[in-house]
């Protein structure tokens, strides 16, 4: 074997060695790997799609949803009492938390055709979780849990838990109701 097949091969076997160890990310998004499977909260759940929130031009963060099976119908997410979560990864230093909150309010809003009445006292709960100053690299989770709630964590330590199906369909519906934050973002969450 000559030197010059001999270190193709040896680069061949790193290469490959690298690609079986590595953990598999299903896709990459602004600088986000966002991995096929995550064991949130003790569930493992598949990527069913992400996609980039923007407002004028500029990119926010990354919205992803992860669900127990793949799906593209946002109605049968919003209304299935099964576990799921939607992970916002902060791409942009100008998404302050009063601009945050300003969001989730309008958001609320919208997916509940703009009547927040039923839930008002956990749509408050959750924007009082909302501390701190949030900064690029932050990751906020949204998990659902049947019979706990919807638990809020950032960077990985949960900040609270708000309860009840009617507040996850609310919230989840900021992203996948008929009336989203962005169309695009929902289309890729929804993996279209």
């Keep these: 074997m000559t030197p010059t097949l001999k270190a193709l091969t040896s680069l061949l076997l790193v290469?490959?060695?690298?690609?079986?160890?590595?953990p598999a990310y299903a896709k990459k998004l602004r600088g986000i790997e966002l991995a096929e499977t995550a064991n949130i909260g003790g569930n493992d759940l598949v990527l069913n799609g992400a996609g980039v929130r923007t407002k004028l031009v500029i990119k926010l963060y990354v919205g992803s949803l992860y669900t127990t099976s793949k799906s593209n119908d946002a109605d049968a997410i919003l209304a299935a009492d099964e576990p799921m979560a939607i992970r916002l990864n902060i791409i942009s230093d100008l998404l302050t938390k009063k601009k945050m909150v300003k969001s989730l309010k309008a958001g609320f809003k919208k997916s509940t055709g703009g009547d927040t009445s039923a839930i008002q006292p956990q749509i408050d709960q959750m924007?009082?979780?909302?501390?701190?100053?949030?900064g690029t690299k932050d990751q906020y989770t949204l998990n659902y849990k049947p019979g706990s709630g919807t638990h809020v964590s950032k960077n990985g330590e949960e900040v609270g838990v708000v309860e009840g199906l009617e507040f996850k369909k609310a919230l989840f519906g900021i992203w996948l109701s008929g009336s989203p934050a962005q169309a695009s973002l929902k289309a890729g969450m929804l993996g279209k």
Aim: charged share 5%; proline share 0%; no cysteine.
């Design 127 to 134: 924007l009082g979780l909302m501390q701190g100053k949030i």
């Design 15 to 22: 290469v490959s060695i690298a690609f079986i160890t590595s």
